[in-house]
């Protein structure tokens, strides 16, 4: 009986405790994820001035979307090793304050090779946002908690299309010519200052570590610092010790390509939905494109929502390779379907739930591998390495739009052969995890 009542008590501690945690840290991090996302984004709203001002080519537009992933691959390792010596709080602030001050001066460019600038400075700023959350949360939440906790803050990314697409169409089409500017430079104008705003309200709304949670009580922090403590010395035992060790390791480089190929599949979403849109519907305005952009996106955001509660092994494969295989599908129904604009927006709407939804599932795996100092240069590894696609699938996505006459369906077979090659890669490593504890288990 004893027993059965410390149980309950413990379960009733548990949830008490993530409770108070979910409601004092994830609304801010979900926040300032959304506002560096849309900063993110908001070129793909901007391309439509850009190609007036500048006179700029589908190539030269995949150039500007992916200069940012270059800046931000070159930084993103050593931005996570610096926020190890610094701090989350201070180190998080500074990257929203920074990003949001390049986001601003971009409305000031005067031709597309200052875009371009402006744009890598942009990504050297943002690198070790995001895997910096992720580090962070792996000091609040146990393994049980961390695959929910991370598909809700990463349902900021389909959040910010349904909010930016809207909102940065309303801007095009209401601030045009305000102040003398252009209705694209204000999309950069208003999506640069909240992220100045916002640095400022991380430093001083952050807490460090549960150690210096005065808002948990005492049992709450016991109970944490054991769970995390426990879940660590586990981890440590196969981990990568160290941040060089980190980086040489097989499973994250596996990793890293996985992530690459998955987000080749996912972001030309983000970058060429409103052109997509555009193409399939036409005679629509500014801001009904971006209406119409931001479905596919809401129904993402509770796609991911559902299914990180639903989720309950935070080490497995098979929910990754599901989406996966949905998101093959639906891309290739869209590219065949282009010429039906009704059936076309319904595929692209599928494929962008699955594609990002598998975000969220993906990364459950390597935060539950990774831990100790390892765990903040291998997440930034993989995380800036796979970000590298970034770069590559909307210029490639551009590119192959202008070397085939405009026809979008060649394109979109970009996204449809990376999202296999993400299924080859993550199915191979968890086979090969399954033939490494099945070799373990002891014979009869």
């Known amino acids: 009986m004893d027993r059965a009542i410390s149980r309950v008590d413990g379960e009733a501690l548990r949830a008490k405790t993530m409770r108070k945690i979910t409601r004092r840290i994830v609304p801010l991090l979900v926040v300032g994820y959304i506002v560096s996302y849309i900063d993110r984004i908001n ?39 610096i926020m190890t010596k610094v701090g989350a709080r201070i180190w998080l602030s500074r990257i929203l304050v920074t990003w949001g001050i390049i986001a601003t001066l971009t409305a000031f460019a005067v031709n597309v090779e200052m875009v371009y ?49 809207p909102l ?35 430093f001083v709304a952050l807490t460090e570590s549960p150690t210096q949670a005065r808002w948990l009580d005492d049992a709450e922090r016991a109970w944490l610092s054991e769970t995390l403590e426990a879940e660590q010395a586990e981890r440590a035992l196969s981990a990568p010790a160290g941040h060089r060790a980190a980086l040489r390791n097989k499973r994250v480089i596996a990793l890293c390509l996985a992530y690459f190929l998955l987000l080749c599949g996912a972001y030309p979403l983000a970058y060429w939905m409103p052109t997509v849109v555009k193409e399939v519907g036409h005679g629509l305005s500014s801001t009904q494109i971006g209406w119409l952009s931001a479905v596919p996106f809401l129904l993402a955001a509770i796609g991911m929502y559902v299914t990180g509660r639903l989720v309950r092994n935070e080490r497995s494969s098979r929910p990754v390779l599901i989406a ?26 599928v494929a962008t739930m699955a594609a990002q939804t598998a975000k969220p599932l993906f990364w459950a795996v390597p935060t539950a591998y990774l831990a100790g100092v390892g765990a903040a240069s291998g997440i930034a590894l993989i995380n800036s390495l796979g970000n590298a696609a970034g770069f590559v699938s909307p210029y490639a996505f551009g590119w192959i739009k202008d070397a085939s006459g405009g026809r979008t369906g060649f394109a979109i077979a970009v996204m449809i052969f990376a999202n296999v090659g993400a299924l080859l890669v993550i199915g191979g490593l968890a086979a090969r995890a399954r033939a490494r504890r099945a070799s373990t288990v002891p014979t009869a």
């Open 43 to 81: 070129v793909s709203f901007a391309k439509f001035g850009m190609e007036e001002t500048f006179g700029m080519s589908a190539t030269q537009y995949g150039f500007v979307a992916g200069i940012f992933f270059v800046g931000y691959v070159l930084a993103e390792v050593p931005s996570n090793i």
């Open 117 to 165: 600038v402006l744009r890598f400075l942009l990504g050297v700023a943002e690198a070790g946002f995001f895997p910096g959350i992720l580090v962070y949360l792996t000091r609040w939440y146990p393994n049980a908690e961390r695959t929910k906790v991370i598909s809700t803050v990463m349902v900021a990314i389909p959040v910010a299309s349904v909010l930016g697409s």
């Open 168 to 202: 940065n169409g309303w801007i095009l089409d209401t601030f045009d010519g305000a102040l003398g500017l252009d209705g694209w430079r204000w999309v950069f104008i208003v999506g640069g200052i909240p992220a100045v705003l916002l640095g400022v309200v991380f």
């Open 324 to 349: 996966l295989g949905i998101s093959v599908l639906a891309f290739l129904v869209t590219a065949l379907a282009l010429g039906s604009p009704l059936l076309a927006f319904a595929a692209i709407t």
